[in-house]
């Protein structure tokens, strides 16, 4: 059980991955997806050997307006308002400014260079997020379970089907636009349900669940009626 809700509560996590990854060259996107869902298990595994310090970070630590605020609050407020951004600009990117960065620069070696830079700071923003998502993840285990072995086993092998789907996944979002302008609109509505958390206004994760496979549903239903309108085009040609 607490396998399946890990990778239930990874869904986002690979998402997002897979948004900033599609956006580096093909021959970075395997080694940094790698790298970002390496870095998402050690992330985990060391806040889970770390308890004492994660069930600490629950423990008001200041008061603002007669609400208390706590570490586990401020990382939260941090990753929301950091995928509220991040997102909004993707989806800027996406259905606006494709153009944005301009052409490439000729010389291969500047290149080279540059796209070095931007696996760099991809995988640095892939960890910023991580932690954010180990330490809910984290906290869930610890409400559920109290061996800490059983905790391991199940963020080892959530993060494995993690790591197998990553790529297909990241591989159909590249090729429909469309899907990759969802799961956006997506990692929008965690960053506000992140933000929420923080503020002590819960927001089941059912709903949100609920409401991306809806959305899920319907886009399947467009992208199969373009493919067969393509089709009966291609026929009648």
Same mark, same amino acid.
């Given at each position: 059980?607490?396998?399946?809700?890990?990778?239930?509560?990874?869904?986002?996590?690979?998402?997002?991955?897979?948004?900033?990854?599609?956006?580096?060259?093909?021959?970075?996107?395997?080694?940094?997806?790698?790298?970002?869902?390496?870095?998402?298990?050690?992330?985990?595994?060391?806040?889970?050997?770390?308890?004492?310090?994660?069930?600490?970070?629950?423990?008001?630590?200041?008061?603002?307006a007669g609400m208390g605020i706590s570490g586990r609050d401020l990382v939260l407020?941090?990753?929301?308002?950091?995928?509220?951004?991040?997102?909004?600009?993707?989806?800027?990117?996406? *259905?606006?400014? $494709?153009?944005?960065?301009? #052409?490439? #620069?000729?010389?291969?070696? *500047?290149?080279?260079?540059?796209? !070095?830079?931007?696996?760099?700071?991809?995988?640095? !923003?892939?960890?910023?997020?991580?932690?954010?998502?180990?330490?809910?993840?984290?906290?869930?285990?610890?409400?559920? *379970?109290? !061996?800490?072995?059983?905790?391991?086993?199940?963020?080892?092998?959530?993060?494995?089907?993690?790591?197998?789907?990553?790529?297909?996944?990241?591989?159909? *979002?590249?090729?429909?636009?469309?899907?990759?302008?969802?799961?956006?609109?997506?990692?929008?509505?965690?960053?506000?349900?992140?933000?929420?958390?923080?503020?002590?206004?819960?927001? #089941?994760?059912?709903?949100?669940?609920?409401?991306?496979?809806?959305?899920?549903?319907?886009?399947?239903?467009?992208? $199969?009626?373009?493919?067969?309108?393509?089709? !009966?085009?291609?026929?009648?040609?």
């Amino acid at each position: 059980m607490l396998t399946t809700l890990e990778i239930v509560l990874g869904i986002d996590n690979i998402i997002f991955i897979s948004i900033l990854v599609g956006r580096l060259p093909p021959e970075q996107r395997d080694f940094a997806r790698r790298l970002g869902l390496g870095f998402a298990m050690v992330s985990r595994l060391l806040l889970l050997f770390s308890l004492s310090w994660v069930m600490g970070l629950t423990a008001d630590l200041f008061t603002v307006a007669g609400m208390g605020i706590s570490g586990r609050d401020l990382v939260l407020l941090g990753g929301g308002l950091f995928l509220l951004y991040k997102a909004t600009h993707e989806i800027f990117v996406e *259905v606006e400014a $494709r153009e944005e960065d301009g #052409p490439p #620069p000729a010389d291969p070696a *500047v290149m080279k260079a540059a796209g !070095q830079r931007a696996m760099w700071a991809t995988i640095g !923003q892939i960890g910023v997020i991580d932690i954010v998502f180990s330490l809910d993840s984290v906290i869930t285990a610890v409400g559920m *379970v109290d !061996q800490i072995g059983v905790m391991v086993a199940a963020v080892i092998a959530a993060v494995g089907v993690m790591l197998f789907a990553a790529k297909p996944i990241g591989d159909f *979002v590249d090729a429909h636009p469309s899907v990759k302008v969802l799961a956006l609109a997506f990692l929008v509505m965690v960053g506000m349900a992140l933000t929420g958390e923080a503020l002590d206004v819960h927001i #089941p994760k059912g709903y949100l669940y609920g409401a991306m496979a809806f959305s899920l549903m319907v886009e399947a239903l467009n992208i $199969r009626s373009r493919a067969k309108r393509l089709k !009966q085009r291609q026929a009648a040609a």
